[in-house]
T-cell receptor
């Protein structure tokens, strides 16, 4: 297991198009998190899963955003009708879910909406 | 309102000196606080965790303190090296240990000059 894998690394899309990102967490980790990070800011929480259950969604996550984790393994984050304000680095992380377990982050997907 | 604040200005120090980074928070009662390192274009990497009942934690050249009265954590890198140059993020658990969901500060950029 080589850590958390995110694909694609970079995505350029036209405004109004739909995009989907994939995250493959560390296999034994039952918690999976999505964050968004813009330049000069820390990661902002979007949503997280325990196994296949989505436990919380941030108010930052509009109706255009949806995330899934079928079978509690990989996860996808879809953004519909992209807007220029969606341009950011989308980070996925996983953890064992124990109290205080540090997160293992992927390298992120850089989204640019033109 | 709830806030996590880190030095917004970059910290420039000479090689061999001790770097000290500050993380202050308001209106949170975290069960633990974590520190991460982030290099440009990469996801954050977990460094250290300190729990609410711990005053200090050490790992090699790193030391973290946690003062729940002052609502502050200090992160020290002793004998700093140019390779330590990166952005350092503090993160705390938003829900007092109930969910392991982390909220991040904006990060402090550390530049170690040779």
């Amino acid at each position: 297991d080589t850590g958390v894998s995110q694909n694609p690394r970079h995505k350029i899309t036209k405004r109004g198009q739909n995009v989907t990102f994939r995250c493959d967490p560390i296999s034994e980790h039952n918690r999976l998190y999505w964050y968004r990070q813009t330049l000069g800011q820390g990661p902002e929480f979007l949503t997280y899963f325990q196994n296949e259950a989505q436990l919380e969604k941030s108010r930052l996550l509009s109706d255009r955003f949806s995330a899934e984790r079928p079978k509690g393994s990989f996860s996808t984050l879809e953004i519909q009708r992209t807007e220029q304000g969606d341009s950011a680095m989308y980070l996925c992380a996983s953890s064992l879910g124990d109290r205080g377990e540090g997160y293992t982050f992927g390298s992120g997907t850089r989204l640019t909406v033109v | 309102s709830q806030k996590i604040e880190q030095n917004s200005e970059a910290l420039n120090i000479q090689e061999g000196k001790t770097a000290t980074l500050t993380c202050n928070y308001t209106n949170y009662s975290p069960a633990y606080l974590q520190w991460y390192r982030q290099d440009p274009g990469r996801g954050p990497v977990f460094l250290l965790l300190i729990r609410e009942n711990e005053k200090e934690k050490r790992k090699e050249r790193l030391k973290v303190t946690f003062d729940t009265t002052l609502k502050q954590s200090l992160f020290h890198i002793t004998a700093s090296q140019p390779a330590d140059s990166a952005t350092y993020l503090c993160a705390l658990d938003k829900d007092g240990g109930a969910t392991n969901k982390l909220i991040f500060g904006t990060g402090t950029l550390l530049a170690v000059q040779p």
